[in-house]
């Protein structure tokens, strides 16, 4: 089974575009872009580009390479304070000068869309989740989906980030099932690898799962984005030569990405929903 994220967040999105419509709340996504980084310029675009499509307005504050710490927490304090804005989102990564953990921890809870505020995460762990980070929410939501059962399964999850990893564990958890985090200094990875009845690969390494790290039958979530020795994008996984023997798996791409902007969106009109019912927030 093939897990089509694109298909699946086109559904989601016009969902959301009738709930949008039917709650009469107009939800409001500012976005924070710092330098010139293409991807980072692309990435910014297709969130905005997804707000107009689902009828959700969105404002962006876009600040040179060279702003200091001071200028980006002074962009977000100002979108904290507006009251038509639901939604913050910082697109990472900041040019080295900037305080990425001091301009995170700045962003008002409340409208933390990206789910990586401190309050947000430790949320998530207490197991209370609101705003929850939108790649590993965007895979359970592709997971619950298809009814992937969770409960009592083994899941392994290579990579420890605070955007994938240590989230897509938390919420794993959450669900019941068993779950391992591996990362750069784990010993025996591919053992501990095939064990996993789910497998969520976040590690940014073309290719690096092969069918003997792949337990035969085990669900494998692609959440990597890379490009190989050619230029091609691909993901961590094999893709070619793992789909025999997964019983479910995500592409690259058309996978896990579409998923992300979906969940984001859902964040957004979640987080208004929230300050129309609390509007001193």
Do not use: W
């Not at 990597?224 to 791409?253: M, Q, R, W």
């Amino acid at each position: 089974m093939i897990l089509n994220g694109k298909i699946l967040s086109e559904k989601r999105l016009e969902l959301l575009t009738e709930e949008i419509k039917e709650s009469g709340i107009r939800p409001c996504l500012a976005t924070v872009l710092v330098g010139d980084d293409p991807a980072s310029h692309m990435y910014v675009r297709m969130k905005h580009k997804a707000c107009e499509k689902v009828g959700i307005t969105s404002v962006g504050a876009e600040l040179p390479v060279e702003a200091t710490t001071a200028e980006v927490l002074a962009a977000v304090e100002k979108f904290n304070k507006d009251p038509k804005v639901s939604g913050i989102l910082v697109q990472l990564p900041l040019p080295p000068q900037v305080d990425t953990q001091a301009v995170i921890d700045a962003v008002s809870p409340e409208k933390d869309v990206d789910g990586f505020h401190p309050t947000s995460i430790g949320r998530l762990y207490s197991g209370h989740p609101k705003l929850v980070p939108c790649t590993p929410q965007g895979i359970m939501t592709m997971l619950a989906e298809h009814g992937i059962e969770l409960a009592g399964k083994n899941a392994v999850v290579v990579g420890r980030s605070v955007d994938v990893g240590r989230p897509m564990a938390a919420l794993l958890l959450n669900a019941d099932a068993t779950v391992t985090i591996c990362h750069s200094k784990t010993q025996n990875l591919p053992a501990i690898m095939q064990q996993a009845d789910i497998l969520v690969s976040g590690i940014g390494k073309a290719r690096f799962v092969t069918p003997e790290m792949v337990k035969e039958g085990a669900v494998v979530i692609d959440v990597g984005i890379n490009h190989d020795e050619n230029g091609k994008l691909c993901g961590d996984v094999d893709f070619d030569a793992v789909v025999e023997k997964a019983s479910a798996i995500t592409p690259v791409p058309g996978g896990v990405g579409p998923m992300t902007i979906a969940t984001l969106m859902e964040n957004t009109l979640k987080a208004a929903q929230a300050m129309s019912c609390n509007p001193a927030q």
